[in-house]
């Protein structure tokens, strides 16, 4: 059994806690919250299980650190803290722990990361004899595993696409809804996240992972970015009111440029009410969804639908992100200590839990 700790108990600390507690290989050995409620409370309480796991949350980062886990699911969000999420990260690494995270995007590929980035992560690394491994859904296994093994059905491929399709009424995350992509927000509000070069440094990565797989070389990396305001004022059930004329959808590409023409692309179309932008690509039933479409002889689509913790589809995309990083945490043990990336690190079976129930 590999002694794991989760860090961070938000959207995808809770699924991280449940997918350790499945893993037939890996045992719950710490919890670490920054939130003061939450010291002391069991972690099955936190996950949202009705079951009690006997680990109870602290905050007490050296101590948990000291004991000595063999990994650690960073889950804490990196989105408007980089710098101290990358802190955290390489003190767990200086710890000598395998370590996971969705939270650095600049890591998603390591091999496009700036040095100032990627360097202190080489040197716990070297110090600590752990390991890193940073993905997600999207950015994540959305487009980079999944599309790679579409494509391979294909027999011509011109364009590969990988599309989110939300409605963000049931992402319980109201600073990056609102602030981070401006939902809500006036439509001369500029949107951190939409702002020139971001969603490259976002998303480019996976781009880049996805040349990488396809055996292409890109000439540049370009990005399209289109918003649309409210007709009506809509209300929430986890976020409160959006106004009228406020943004109430977005559509950005990260497109992947070979030969001159776009032929890898990442777009996002995102709403806060399925009524915004109806003209523009909808999930298969309103909520949302991940696909892939392989434009080529045969046309290939795969959509993928994740639902949890009640059926809310933004907690089932965090749950499959949880997933791949936690169902890696095996082979990264056994691997040499190093920096990986998602063509390094294989999407393991579900070996030995076919059927298990949870204690």
């Given at each position: 059994m590999i002694p794991t700790v989760v860090w961070g108990t938000g959207n995808m600390g809770r699924a991280a806690i449940r997918a350790i507690d499945a893993?037939?290989?890996?045992?719950?050995?710490?919890?670490?919250?920054?939130?003061?409620?939450?010291?002391?409370?069991d972690a099955g309480s936190l996950a949202g299980l009705d079951y009690e796991l006997g680990v109870a949350a602290t905050d007490d980062i050296d101590a948990v650190l000291a004991s000595n886990p063999g990994a650690v699911v960073y889950a804490a969000s990196g989105d408007i803290r980089p710098d101290d999420a990358l802190a955290d990260i390489v003190r767990a690494l200086g710890a000598g722990a395998v370590v996971v995270s969705p939270a650095v995007y600049a890591l998603y590929d390591p091999s496009g990361a700036a040095p100032e980035v990627k360097q202190p992560v080489l040197d716990a690394i070297a110090a600590g004899g752990g390991s890193l491994f940073v993905s997600g859904v999207d950015p994540g296994w959305g487009n980079d595993v999944l599309p790679l093994l579409v494509s391979g059905l294909a027999g011509t491929v011109d364009v590969v696409r990988c599309q989110e399709i939300f409605d963000y009424t049931t992402y319980d995350q109201p600073d990056s809804v609102r602030w981070l992509v401006g939902m809500g927000q006036p439509m001369e509000y500029e949107p951190p996240m939409l702002a020139p070069s971001v969603p490259t440094m976002v998303w480019g990565g996976q781009v880049r992972l996805l040349a990488r797989g396809l055996g292409v070389e890109l000439d540049e990396i370009r990005e399209t970015v289109e918003r649309r305001a409210l007709d009506a004022t809509v209300t929430t059930k986890l976020m409160g009111d959006f106004e009228a004329g406020t943004q109430g959808a977005i559509r950005f590409e990260v497109q992947g440029i070979v030969d001159g023409e776009p032929r890898i692309v990442i777009e996002h179309v995102t709403r806060i009410h399925p009524d915004c932008a109806r003209d523009w690509p909808l999930p298969p039933d309103g909520e949302g969804a991940h696909r892939v479409i392989i434009e080529g002889r045969p046309h290939i689509e795969v959509s993928i639908e994740c639902s949890d913790e009640g059926g809310n589809r933004s907690a089932g995309g965090n749950a499959t992100a949880a997933g791949r990083l936690v169902n890696a945490i095996p082979w990264l043990t056994a691997a040499e200590p190093g920096l990986y990336d998602a063509l390094d690190v294989p999407l393991t079976p579900a070996v030995g839990k076919l059927g298990r129930k949870n204690p």
């Open positions: 893993h037939p290989e890996l045992e719950l050995a710490g919890v670490l919250v920054h939130n003061p409620d939450k010291v002391g409370r």
